[in-house]
T-cell receptor, first 113, second 110 residues
């Protein structure tokens, strides 16, 4: 089965630096999600795209986080500047459409020093 | 708002033991319910789901029944294996958004 691809798998950076994560969803999937998973907790939705449009970014800290999906395919999540509290696993998921099963990538583990 | 509460871990069992991981939910309306599994270093995989009351989801020997009267969706398996060691997340879907519980870490001893 095709997978959701994420890169990098691991990222270590210092606070105040910029960091970016990339996600390539399963081909044909219109809906793309970015989640943040703090150690010991369940994932929390940061942003949801339907094709190239944001449909939910209510939990995205917009002063430092941004997300885009310009052509409605792959997506980038950026943090600038990074803070110590941003250390977490960042998971991308995609689904054929809203209300369809979500398929998750392996995530990017971010450590802020 | 909608939420999911699941039993805290870690849960440690011997191989072939019976497993129950409790999950209860709070939601308006009638959400779909899920169990996801996360193996070390990997993303989440959908284990099973149920979309309406009294539905039973099952996969790989795991089962869970949607109980509307007790707002529960407990995960069970009759005989666990070492390979079942992972973190299990109960979740609900409401208004196209998935809300996850905090996860239960399961460790199986050989």
């Amino acid at each position: 089965e095709a997978e959701v691809a994420q890169s990098p798998r691991y990222k270590i950076t210092e606070k105040s630096q910029a960091v970016a994560f990339w996600c390539d969803p399963i081909s044909g999937h219109a809906t793309l999600y970015w989640y943040r998973q703090i150690l010991g907790q369940g994932p929390e939705l940061l942003v949801q795209f339907q094709d190239e449009s944001v449909v939910d970014d209510s939990q995205l800290p917009k002063d430092r986080f941004s997300a885009e999906r310009l052509k409605g395919v792959d997506s980038t999540l950026k943090i600038q500047p990074a803070e110590l509290g941003d250390s977490a696993m960042y998971l991308c998921a995609s689904s054929y459409d809203r209300d369809q099963p979500q398929h998750f990538g392996d995530g990017t583990r971010l450590s802020i020093l | 708002g909608d939420s999911v509460t699941q039993m805290e871990g870690p849960v440690t069992l011997s191989e072939e033991a019976f497993l129950t991981i409790n999950c209860t939910y709070t939601a308006t309306g009638y959400p779909s319910l899920f169990w996801y599994v996360q193996y070390p270093g990997e993303g989440l995989q959908l284990l099973l789901k149920a979309t309406k009351a009294d539905d039973k989801g099952s996969n790989k020997g795991f089962e869970a029944t949607y109980r509307k009267e007790t707002t529960s969706f407990h995960l069970e398996k009759g005989s666990v294996q070492v390979s079942d060691s992972a973190v299990y997340f109960c979740a609900l879907e409401s208004a196209s958004k998935i809300i996850f519980g905090s996860g239960t870490r399961l460790s199986i001893r050989p």
